[in-house]
């Protein structure tokens, strides 16, 4: 099966997915596949009763929501893309870009081997993630980002939090945790980083989510 027919495959079944969980589907799910990630790109997403909770300023109840919901779909995602794709994925990440109605599904591909994306601007890149981190929290360990595709930069951060977001977490403020570090992240990312235009493009989206247990982050930059 050839890579197109592969991600329209993944693409209708994300849909479906996401139409049986929240009873409305998306406009479009557009599925990127590469050697250490899978990204899904869902546009105009959004339900009657999730909008009228953003109509009320209620963002959190809003996460809440489909934070509950994706937890029991994304386990299933995770084995149709290994028993019918026969791609095994192991953290799987996921944001909401509420002023769009839009989305993004990133799911790290089970590897042993060290893929380098050695891209132009590269440690730039690193740079500007890097300090923005040492703001928010604290700098990674370790940072990592390749290209999916021209329009879609991925990047890895592991080992970035802090002693005091770890006793959040442990204490059950996760949800709240996630939010605020969300705005504050964002935030700073398109106010203080020129990464859009260091490498020539026009940004259109930051998605940012962590596992927690893990110590990992991932932000996906999308660009026209």
Request: charged share 30%.
């Amino acid at each position: 099966m050839s890579t197109t027919e592969l991600t329209s495959q993944l693409s209708s079944f994300t849909g479906r997915l996401l139409r049986e969980r929240f009873g409305k589907g998306p406009e479009s799910v557009h599925a990127s596949i590469g050697k250490q990630c899978i990204a899904l790109h869902i546009r105009n997403f959004i339900g009657p009763v999730e909008r009228f909770l953003l109509n009320k300023e209620e963002e959190q109840a809003f996460r809440y929501t489909r934070e509950l919901l994706m937890k029991s779909l994304l386990p299933e995602l995770a084995v149709y893309l290994k028993d019918t794709m026969a791609i095994e994925v192991g953290e799987l990440f996921y944001d909401w870009g509420i002023h769009n109605a839009s989305g993004m599904i990133v799911a790290l591909i089970k590897n042993d081997a060290v893929i380098i994306d050695d891209y132009a601007g590269r440690q730039e890149v690193h740079a500007q993630i890097n300090e923005v981190s040492r703001k928010v929290q604290k700098e990674p360990v370790h940072t990592d980002s390749w290209w999916l595709g021209p329009r879609i930069l991925i990047i890895k951060r592991e080992g970035i939090l802090i002693p005091l977001e770890k006793e959040l977490i442990g204490l059950g403020y996760e949800n709240t945790l996630k939010t605020t570090k969300r705005k504050m992240e964002k935030r700073y990312l398109e106010d203080t980083t020129t990464i859009a235009p260091m490498l020539a493009k026009e940004l259109s989206d930051i998605y940012v989510d962590w596992d927690f247990d893990k110590d990992t982050s991932v932000i996906a930059y999308t660009f026209q």
